[in-house]
Structure formats: C-alpha cells, structure tokens
C-alpha cells in the first residue's frame, strides 16, 4: 500500500516541466502519476479523526548548539501534535549564527512560536473550532 510520503516523494521526484527528460523519464512520470491516482482514487474515504472533544494543539522545540566544528550553525526543530497526532514538524540549521546555548534555544523558541501562531490562525479560519486557545 503506498503510504502518503511515499505519494508526495514520488510527486517530488518526478522530472519537472524545465528539465530535460528522455523517453524512459517520461514512462516513469507517467506510472508514477497513475499510481499516485489509484491511490487517491482509492483512499477517498479515509480521513483523520481527532476524537470528539476539546481540540488540543501540542508545541514541542529544542536547539542544538554548533553541531559541528566545521559549521558554526545551531541546528534547531519543533514538532505539533493536534489531539496527540503529529501534524507539523521542522529540523534545519538555524540561519543565524548563535554565540551560546541559551541563544540558540530563544532562536529555536521563536520559529516554534511563528509556527504556533500560523496553526492557530489556520484552525480559526478553517471553522474547526470556533476558538482555540493554546498554545
């Protein structure tokens, strides 16, 4: 059964209209498309259920100070859990070089708070809930 990561790496993968691609290229993309379609076309019914009561949006972060000797950048990551299902998540290397621990943590903390407040805002204006107030 294909998995949905394994429908948006197929989709992601696939030669893109600027690029040069040969004929064996084009039969790949082709099945790949079919597949991503049979897929959709046969999981149309499923869908997520977050239980019937209070909507609950969970915010995890955390920072790791210079990694690497040769890369002077943090590396930074949060996940988002809605009703204990994980529903956004993020790691990369901060852009912005930390001079201590406690600098990458705040740098950390604040992408997970733009990130909180983007989900909040969404949850608003999709009518889930009428409001929500965390996190």
Do not use: C, H
């Amino acid at each position: 059964m294909l998995q949905p990561y394994d429908a948006f790496s197929m989709l992601s993968s696939a030669p893109g209209p600027m690029s040069p691609t040969l004929e064996r290229d084009k039969q790949i993309s082709v099945m790949r498309r079919e597949t991503i379609l049979k897929y959709l076309k046969r999981t149309k019914d499923i869908f997520l259920i977050y239980g019937g009561g209070e909507l609950i949006l969970e915010g995890y972060r955390d920072a790791s100070f210079q990694l690497n000797d040769d890369d002077a950048k943090s590396q930074s990551g949060f996940v988002f859990k809605l009703n204990g299902g994980v529903v956004a998540w993020k790691s990369s290397k901060q852009a912005t070089t930390a001079d201590s621990t406690t600098e990458a943590e705040y740098i950390a903390a604040s992408e997970a708070a733009k990130e909180a407040v983007w989900m909040k805002n969404y949850i608003q204006e999709m009518r889930v809930v009428s409001s929500i107030v965390g996190p």
